[in-house]
């Protein structure tokens, strides 16, 4: 076993002694959102009649206890969140379904009027050394040495599945032989455990002394916890030496507020394949078992398969009948090649797999058939709470904060502008994107400084309405799952919007933009790995040199939103400019869009200006991708021009070198598509070398008129990048360089004229707008 | 009822050619052995009708087990192979699709081999393929002569397949017309082929139990979407992914490629951090992805498995033949040089922008990758012109 027991004899497996019902203290143990242990646990009250049943949850909830009675629609969660000193908010979920075992015995307690109690350390003692927020995930039993065993000799895929093979499917399973079996397992589980972790001995020591506190209330309880935990707590009542069975010491945390309510919860964020972090896979599925355990004979995957048929044929599938009894027939032979007493969840994906998808399955692509699949095991039921529970925290925090601030929404609308640069407007704006984030209605920004588009920056300003909305309310409630306080709902909106899988990095970066408008920078750290995630992943140079224009925003120019401070900024930075140069070299041949092409090389060469010394930036690795691009024949001249320039910015390149190269480019058609792309990255640099001008106007003195003819349109494309002031002045030095005596017409325009043109484009704007042929004003004015 | 794997057969291609001379021996020969071990031991147990070994064992025979004593000879998930059994027990046949070089075919061959004991009613999909190739055909001599008769008919995989209740394997079916695709419509529906030429009694030929049908199909060449969708629907598809895991495909190129050599008698192999670097820049180009999450461009050659063993094969012919002596042993080793010479060769075939590609992996992701096997493997892509 690779390590040594302090005394293999202390260790006794008194597994008579745990299964005793006959015991003061009989213990249950649980998987959280097992269907088995829900039926199970009922039938042990009814035999064991208990005075009070213990239960694992957290003890701060118990004065709160009679509201988990009041009428709700499941599923919903109890969720605690602190704060501490350090101003950082953390919250878990303690989820309860229908067929939550815990769920079950406060309910048959209820009615048989036995007393209940949780009595799981109070959340606040583990979240700042404990990340796991879902509180019934199983997490102990997870990730063991035994149950991967176990899993490779009855060939299971993961805990959930071996949970299924060894419990839920034995429909016929008795009471005693339930927990003979699961108490072993646990008890090897535990024993072959190299270490316990100590918060787990702090939460058993604290359930400990809670049972042997309610021994002297009562004669007969029940104790009903993980099943990782019973057997260490049935050993520490016997004084039998078990791992993990020290005295530790329970100190009370430094915590600046705490909380417990009860929230509305759903089958969607309970789902392991779908929400990071949730316990069981498929809440649908076993929500089924659940309501068909009173008849066994009846087998629940066929009223999931008529449904999922169903789903499928409104999706215009083509599902027969023979398709359903196809699918129907392989399940039933796939669940007795495995052993499996009833068809069970795996055994129904693998039919509707092999029998009706007619088509290669891509394991890195959703598969529409599999996806509906999924749903229908999910289920939809979402949670609502009673009606007479209290409000939940977060509403309360938000009318508390809208009120000290003065923006309480009233019926009348009133509009607010205020310079955000300025610290007391500043919190108010925050507040205000906050709430905005998780959609309250009722607020809304009509103008000011806008940062996605990087205008107007004089002055940082915001206009604001604010106005009164019947779903106002609604709105804020339906927040409430997200935390109890603004900042931190908001928070954790933005993370879980951040997880979305088909995001963009461009998209990201708006968020991170978002966050940092609304003053979330707790949450920079984790929305900057995130983003660099999503950096890596990025397959477009178009929308990342979007996503490098924000960055490099965030990274030089911001003053006021405060993100140079997260040292992963600048990681990221590098890291998206090492992507950049990936996906410009890999760029493929552009025809559409390549004034974006030539932008992105332009938001590189920026990051190179202004950050190439204080990140470290390789010179090399930039270099010869440019010189790559420059030089790759199956590129388009003006992405090549476009390089060409880019080098000659960095000094690697020089006017005679690019002479060579117009030599190549010379061809009609081929000319003006290369300058564009050179004047677009190296527009100020070409002004200074009148060499390059006259190479120019020999290849043009060397067309014949048709060919002068071909060029032309390209070549006036070219030139738009520069200013008619620079035009001018690239004429003259052109004219110089020719030695012609003359010089072009000064560039000087009159009053009158200047009117005169003035005048004329009013009346050509006129006309346009009255026939509807130009868009809305910038000003938000009267529509075109 | 089970049977032994007809000894006739087995020992009638041994005397005719010993399996030294045999390229290839079928799966059923390499492995007769284990077959019959596993079909004693299950010999009571309830299964399929016709089949040789029990689902179970069918299961163990592919993957493996160590109380049977069956080494395990297919890379891939349990339930794809448990599907692609219960497939075959059911009343429709089984289409395998999946990339060129994913071992379907194989795949193939070891399920007839372990469900009817013979993996040889092979039919190979071609352009060309007709109908006599799939149910029957004459010999005209016997025809002219006594007229048409069992006698003068000659039995096509198919045929052969329902009379003696086998499995037939059609290799690569979309590579075949769709009309004679759809020959194989009645087959699987109705279970029947009728020979019109022959006389009333013997028109029909019912199959016999066992009888079912293992298609296998890439999904580069004409893909599974032209199949007719009557023909669809009485198969079952699977697909066959290429190997996922890093470290199980590593093992297996190093597995084949000593294979492979050790048959071509050349004392040279593949060392592990030349495994490693290979397979991995194969699976990486495949699934567009990095090790740590950077996505690359997929290349469109096929970077399967049995490519990767055919450049190794070909590195190691390549470093015995013209490779340079070296060590205190005067040993000759496969290099780095040798596996970028042979990328280009084997797996990249003619396609430019893959070459491409491929040289932007190098000058992005290689170049920065740490250690001298990559470094050396760097400093090859001189040879990616």
């Given at each position: 076993?690779?390590?040594?027991?302090?005394?293999?004899?202390?260790?006794a497996?008194d597994?008579?002694?745990?299964?005793n019902?006959?015991?003061?203290?009989?213990?249950?143990?649980?998987?959280?959102?097992?269907?088995?242990c829900?039926?199970l646990v009922?039938?042990?009250i009814?035999?064991?009649?208990?005075?009070a049943?213990l239960i694992e949850?957290?003890?701060?909830?118990?004065?709160?206890?009679a509201?988990i009675?009041?009428?709700?629609?499941?599923?919903?969660?109890i969720?605690?969140?602190?704060?501490?000193?350090?101003?950082?908010?953390?919250?878990a979920y303690?989820?309860f379904c229908?067929?939550s075992?815990?769920?079950r015995?406060l309910?048959?307690a209820?009615?048989?009027?036995?007393?209940?109690?949780?009595?799981?350390?109070?959340?606040?003692h583990?979240?700042?050394?404990?990340?796991?927020?879902?509180?019934?995930?199983?997490?102990?039993m997870?990730?063991?040495e035994?149950?991967?065993?176990?899993?490779?000799?009855?060939?299971?895929?993961?805990f959930d599945?071996?949970?299924d093979?060894?419990?839920?499917?034995?429909?016929?399973?008795t009471?005693s032989e339930f927990?003979?079996?699961?108490h072993?397992?646990?008890y090897?589980?535990r024993?072959e455990?190299t270490?316990?972790?100590?918060?787990?001995?702090?939460?058993?020591q604290?359930?400990?002394?809670?049972?042997?506190e309610?021994?002297?209330?009562?004669k007969?309880i029940?104790v009903?916890?993980?099943?990782?935990?019973?057997f260490?707590?049935?050993?520490?009542l016997?004084?039998i030496s078990?791992p993990?069975t020290k005295?530790?010491?329970?100190?009370?945390?430094e915590?600046?507020?705490?909380?417990?309510?009860?929230?509305?919860?759903?089958f969607?964020?309970?789902?392991?394949?779908?929400?990071?972090?949730?316990?069981?896979?498929s809440?649908?599925f076993?929500?089924k078992v659940?309501?068909?355990?009173?008849?066994p004979d009846?087998?629940?995957?066929?009223?999931l398969?008529?449904?999922?048929?169903?789903?499928?044929?409104?999706?215009?599938?083509?599902?027969?009948?023979?398709?359903?009894i196809?699918?129907?027939t392989?399940?039933?032979?796939?669940?007795?090649?495995?052993g499996?007493?009833?068809?069970w969840?795996?055994?129904l994906?693998?039919a509707v797999?092999?029998s009706?998808?007619k088509e290669?399955?891509?394991?890195q692509?959703?598969n529409?058939?599999?996806?509906?699949?999924?749903q229908?095991f999910?289920?939809?039921?979402?949670g609502e709470?009673?009606?007479k529970t209290?409000l939940?925290p977060?509403?309360?925090?938000?009318r508390?904060?809208l009120?000290?601030?003065?923006?309480?929404?009233?019926?009348?609308?009133k509009?607010?502008?205020?310079?955000?640069?300025?610290?007391?407007?500043?919190e108010k704006s925050?507040?205000?994107?906050?709430?905005?984030?998780?959609?309250i209605?009722?607020f809304?920004?009509?103008?000011?400084s806008?940062?996605?588009?990087k205008?107007?920056?004089?002055?940082?300003?915001?206009e604001?309405?604010?106005?009164w909305?019947?779903e106002?309310?609604?709105?804020?409630i339906e927040?409430a799952a997200?935390?109890?306080?603004?900042?931190?709902a908001?928070m954790?909106y933005?993370l879980?919007?951040?997880q979305?899988d088909?995001m963009t990095?461009e998209?990201?970066?708006l968020?991170?933009?978002?966050?940092?408008?609304?003053?979330l920078?707790e949450?920079?750290?984790?929305?900057?790995?995130?983003?660099n995630?999503l950096?890596?992943?990025?397959?477009?140079?178009?929308?990342l040199?979007?996503t490098l224009r924000?960055?490099?925003?965030?990274?030089?120019?911001?003053?006021?939103?405060?993100?140079?401070?997260?040292?992963l900024l600048g990681?990221?930075l590098?890291?998206a400019f090492?992507?950049g140069l990936?996906?410009?070299?890999?760029?493929?041949?552009?025809?559409?869009?390549t004034e974006?092409?030539?932008?992105?090389i332009?938001?590189l060469?920026?990051?190179?200006?202004?950050?190439?010394?204080?990140r470290?930036l390789?010179?090399?690795?930039?270099?010869?991708?440019?010189?790559?691009v420059?030089?790759?024949?199956?590129?388009?001249?003006d992405i090549?021009g476009?390089?060409?320039?880019a080098l000659?910015?960095?000094k690697e390149?020089n006017?005679?070198g690019?002479?060579?190269?117009l030599v190549?480019?010379?061809?009609p058609?081929?000319?003006?598509?290369?300058l564009t792309g050179l004047?677009?990255?190296a527009?100020?640099?070409?002004?200074r070398?009148k060499?390059?001008?006259?190479?120019?106007?020999?290849a043009?003195?060397?067309?014949?008129?048709?060919e002068?003819?071909i060029a032309?349109p390209a070549?006036?494309?070219?030139?738009?990048?520069?200013?008619?002031r620079?035009?001018h002045?690239?004429?003259?030095?052109?004219?110089?360089a020719?030695?012609?005596?003359?010089?072009?017409?000064?560039l000087?325009?009159?009053?009158?004229?200047?009117?005169?043109?003035?005048?004329w484009e009013e009346k050509?704007f006129?006309?346009v707008?009255?026939?509807g042929?130009?868009g809305r004003?910038?000003?938000?004015?009267?529509n075109? | 009822?089970p049977r032994?794997?007809?000894?006739?057969?087995?020992?009638?291609?041994?005397k005719?050619?010993?399996?030294?001379e045999?390229?290839?021996p079928?799966?059923?020969i390499f492995?007769?052995e284990?077959?019959?071990?596993l079909?004693?031991?299950?010999k009571?147990?309830?299964?399929?009708?016709?089949w040789?070994?029990?689902p179970?064992?069918?299961l163990?025979f592919?993957?493996?087990?160590?109380e049977?004593g069956?080494?395990?000879?297919?890379?891939?998930?349990?339930?794809?192979i448990?599907?692609c059994?219960?497939?075959?027990?059911?009343n429709?046949?089984?289409?395998l699709?999946?990339?060129p070089?994913?071992a379907k075919?194989?795949?193939s061959?070891l399920?007839?081999?372990a469900?009817?004991?013979?993996?040889?009613l092979?039919?190979?999909?071609s352009?060309?393929t007709s109908e006599?190739?799939?149910?029957?055909s004459?010999?005209?001599?016997?025809?002219?002569?006594?007229g048409p008769?069992?006698?003068?008919l000659?039995?096509?995989p198919?045929y052969?397949?329902?009379?003696?209740?086998?499995?037939?394997r059609f290799?690569?079916?979309t590579?075949?017309p769709?009309?004679i695709?759809d020959i194989l419509?009645?087959?699987l529906?109705?279970r029947?082929m009728s020979?019109?030429?022959?006389?009333?009694?013997?028109r029909?030929l019912?199959?016999?139990n066992g009888f079912n049908?293992?298609?296998?199909?890439?999904?580069?060449?004409r893909?599974i979407?032209?199949?007719?969708a009557?023909?669809k629907?009485?198969?079952?598809f699977?697909t066959?992914s290429?190997?996922?895991?890093?470290s199980?495909?590593?093992?297996?190129?190093?597995r084949?490629t000593?294979r492979?050599?050790e048959?071509?008698?050349?004392?040279?192999?593949?060392p592990?951090?030349?495994a490693?670097?290979?397979?991995t820049?194969f699976h990486?180009?495949r699934?567009?992805?990095?090790?740590?999450?950077?996505?690359l461009?997929?290349l469109s050659s096929?970077?399967?498995?049995?490519?990767a063993?055919?450049?190794?094969?070909a590195?190691?012919?390549?470093?015995y033949y013209?490779?340079?002596?070296k060590?205190?042993?005067?040993?000759?080793k496969?290099?780095?040089e040798?596996l970028?010479?042979?990328?280009?060769?084997s797996?990249?075939?003619d396609?430019?922008?893959?070459?491409?590609?491929?040289r932007?992996?190098?000058?992005h992701?290689?170049?920065?990758?740490k250690g001298?096997a990559?470094?050396?493997?760097?400093q090859?892509k001189?040879?990616l012109?």
């Amino acid at each position: 076993m690779g390590r040594v027991l302090p005394s293999e004899e202390s260790f006794a497996l008194d597994i008579e002694g745990i299964c005793n019902l006959n015991a003061d203290v009989v213990f249950f143990p649980v998987r959280h959102h097992s269907p088995l242990c829900a039926r199970l646990v009922e039938e042990m009250i009814y035999e064991c009649k208990p005075e009070a049943v213990l239960i694992e949850g957290p003890v701060d909830f118990n004065p709160h206890l009679a509201e988990i009675h009041f009428s709700h629609r499941l599923p919903i969660a109890i969720y605690s969140y602190v704060r501490t000193k350090e101003e950082s908010s953390l919250g878990a979920y303690y989820p309860f379904c229908e067929y939550s075992p815990e769920w079950r015995a406060l309910k048959v307690a209820q009615k048989l009027g036995v007393s209940q109690e949780f009595i799981d350390l109070p959340w606040s003692h583990l979240a700042q050394k404990d990340e796991r927020v879902h509180r019934y995930a199983d997490t102990e039993m997870r990730h063991s040495e035994y149950v991967d065993r176990l899993c490779r000799l009855l060939f299971c895929r993961n805990f959930d599945s071996l949970w299924d093979t060894l419990f839920e499917m034995q429909q016929n399973i008795t009471l005693s032989e339930f927990l003979e079996r699961f108490h072993n397992f646990c008890y090897a589980l535990r024993y072959e455990e190299t270490e316990i972790h100590l918060n787990e001995t702090k939460r058993e020591q604290f359930m400990f002394e809670k049972i042997q506190e309610a021994q002297k209330k009562y004669k007969k309880i029940l104790v009903i916890t993980g099943g990782y935990h019973s057997f260490a707590l049935y050993a520490r009542l016997q004084k039998i030496s078990f791992p993990g069975t020290k005295e530790v010491a329970l100190p009370n945390p430094e915590l600046a507020e705490q909380g417990i309510a009860l929230t509305p919860y759903s089958f969607e964020r309970l789902d392991s394949l779908k929400g990071y972090n949730a316990g069981m896979p498929s809440p649908g599925f076993y929500q089924k078992v659940w309501e068909n355990r009173l008849t066994p004979d009846l087998q629940c995957h066929q009223a999931l398969l008529s449904r999922l048929i169903r789903i499928l044929r409104k999706k215009k599938q083509v599902v027969s009948s023979a398709d359903w009894i196809a699918v129907e027939t392989t399940a039933q032979s796939l669940a007795s090649l495995r052993g499996h007493p009833q068809v069970w969840r795996d055994d129904l994906v693998d039919a509707v797999r092999s029998s009706l998808i007619k088509e290669e399955i891509d394991s890195q692509k959703e598969n529409p058939f599999l996806a509906a699949v999924y749903q229908v095991f999910r289920g939809e039921n979402r949670g609502e709470l009673s009606s007479k529970t209290s409000l939940p925290p977060l509403v309360k925090n938000i009318r508390r904060l809208l009120e000290e601030h003065k923006l309480f929404p009233l019926r009348e609308y009133k509009i607010h502008k205020w310079d955000i640069a300025e610290k007391t407007s500043r919190e108010k704006s925050h507040i205000l994107h906050q709430l905005k984030i998780l959609g309250i209605q009722g607020f809304s920004r009509i103008s000011g400084s806008d940062l996605t588009k990087k205008t107007d920056f004089v002055e940082l300003w915001e206009e604001w309405k604010i106005v009164w909305s019947p779903e106002f309310d609604s709105s804020c409630i339906e927040s409430a799952a997200y935390g109890t306080e603004l900042k931190e709902a908001a928070m954790a909106y933005l993370l879980e919007s951040s997880q979305n899988d088909e995001m963009t990095s461009e998209e990201m970066a708006l968020i991170i933009l978002r966050s940092a408008l609304a003053g979330l920078n707790e949450v920079g750290e984790k929305l900057y790995q995130r983003l660099n995630q999503l950096i890596l992943k990025e397959g477009n140079f178009l929308i990342l040199s979007q996503t490098l224009r924000h960055i490099l925003y965030l990274y030089c120019y911001d003053e006021f939103l405060g993100t140079r401070q997260f040292p992963l900024l600048g990681e990221v930075l590098d890291e998206a400019f090492q992507r950049g140069l990936w996906l410009l070299e890999g760029l493929g041949q552009v025809s559409e869009k390549t004034e974006k092409v030539f932008l992105g090389i332009g938001y590189l060469l920026e990051i190179w200006d202004r950050c190439s010394e204080e990140r470290n930036l390789s010179p090399e690795e930039f270099v010869t991708v440019l010189q790559r691009v420059s030089t790759d024949s199956g590129q388009s001249p003006d992405i090549r021009g476009a390089a060409t320039g880019a080098l000659w910015k960095l000094k690697e390149a020089n006017s005679e070198g690019i002479q060579s190269s117009l030599v190549y480019f010379a061809q009609p058609q081929k000319l003006g598509d290369f300058l564009t792309g050179l004047f677009s990255t190296a527009r100020e640099t070409i002004q200074r070398d009148k060499g390059l001008l006259l190479h120019i106007d020999k290849a043009l003195g060397n067309y014949n008129y048709d060919e002068f003819l071909i060029a032309l349109p390209a070549l006036r494309l070219a030139f738009t990048y520069f200013t008619p002031r620079e035009k001018h002045y690239l004429a003259t030095h052109l004219l110089e360089a020719l030695n012609i005596r003359e010089t072009p017409l000064p560039l000087e325009v009159s009053t009158e004229i200047a009117l005169v043109s003035l005048s004329w484009e009013e009346k050509i704007f006129q006309v346009v707008e009255k026939y509807g042929l130009r868009g809305r004003k910038q000003n938000g004015g009267a529509n075109g | 009822m089970p049977r032994q794997i007809s000894q006739k057969t087995a020992s009638q291609k041994k005397k005719s050619s010993s399996s030294e001379e045999i390229q290839k021996p079928s799966a059923e020969i390499f492995y007769q052995e284990e077959l019959n071990k596993l079909a004693k031991e299950d010999k009571k147990l309830p299964r399929p009708k016709g089949w040789f070994l029990t689902p179970q064992s069918v299961l163990k025979f592919i993957l493996g087990d160590e109380e049977a004593g069956a080494d395990p000879k297919f890379v891939g998930e349990r339930s794809t192979i448990e599907r692609c059994i219960v497939a075959l027990a059911t009343n429709r046949g089984l289409m395998l699709i999946g990339e060129p070089g994913t071992a379907k075919s194989y795949l193939s061959e070891l399920l007839a081999a372990a469900i009817s004991g013979d993996s040889t009613l092979i039919v190979q999909g071609s352009a060309g393929t007709s109908e006599d190739n799939i149910k029957y055909s004459w010999n005209y001599a016997l025809l002219l002569a006594e007229g048409p008769s069992a006698k003068s008919l000659v039995p096509a995989p198919v045929y052969r397949g329902m009379n003696e209740g086998k499995l037939v394997r059609f290799e690569e079916i979309t590579r075949c017309p769709l009309e004679i695709q759809d020959i194989l419509l009645s087959v699987l529906s109705d279970r029947v082929m009728s020979i019109p030429e022959l006389p009333d009694e013997s028109r029909t030929l019912y199959a016999k139990n066992g009888f079912n049908v293992i298609a296998t199909a890439n999904t580069r060449d004409r893909g599974i979407n032209e199949m007719s969708a009557a023909l669809k629907r009485r198969f079952n598809f699977e697909t066959i992914s290429p190997i996922q895991n890093l470290s199980e495909e590593i093992s297996l190129v190093q597995r084949e490629t000593a294979r492979l050599l050790e048959r071509a008698e050349i004392p040279v192999s593949l060392p592990p951090e030349m495994a490693k670097i290979l397979v991995t820049t194969f699976h990486e180009l495949r699934q567009g992805k990095t090790g740590d999450g950077k996505s690359l461009d997929p290349l469109s050659s096929v970077m399967s498995t049995a490519e990767a063993v055919s450049v190794s094969y070909a590195a190691g012919i390549h470093s015995y033949y013209y490779g340079k002596e070296k060590g205190e042993k005067k040993e000759k080793k496969i290099e780095a040089e040798h596996l970028v010479q042979n990328l280009v060769g084997s797996a990249i075939k003619d396609n430019p922008d893959d070459l491409k590609k491929l040289r932007h992996y190098f000058n992005h992701i290689v170049k920065k990758r740490k250690g001298k096997a990559w470094e050396e493997y760097y400093q090859a892509k001189n040879h990616l012109l």
